[in-house]
């Protein structure tokens, strides 16, 4: 069975690779765009816009973030500290799959 330290390491690298890999997928995303803007010329260039909710607008605006509670967590996690319920984060994703699904 793999520790939790393996496991964020070799995230941690695969992280690394992945950057790579999402410069070209941006690339290829800009090419399919602009392939798709030449063929519909109609269809709007650039993103579109989003209209958020008074309330949701309000909840960015007060929400905090507490960068050291995520510093420790991150390090916790990196240094295989940080206790972890399989059965529950299991639980969590099949409600997450039934809600989607």
């Given at each position: ?14 992280m ?45 605006e ?17 240094d ?22």
């Open positions: 069975m793999t520790s939790i330290t393996e496991t964020v390491r070799s995230t941690a690298q695969g690394a690779k992945t950057e790579s890999a999402d410069k070209k997928t941006t690339e290829t995303l800009d090419a399919v765009s602009q392939e798709r803007d030449e063929r519909h010329p109609s269809a709007e260039a650039g993103p579109s816009e989003v209209q958020l909710s008074d309330e949701v607008a309000n909840t960015i007060t929400s905090e973030f507490d960068a050291a509670k995520v510093e420790a967590l991150r390090l916790a996690i990196m295989g500290n940080y206790p972890l319920d399989a059965r529950r984060i299991a639980e969590n994703m099949l409600n997450l799959e039934r809600m989607i699904g």
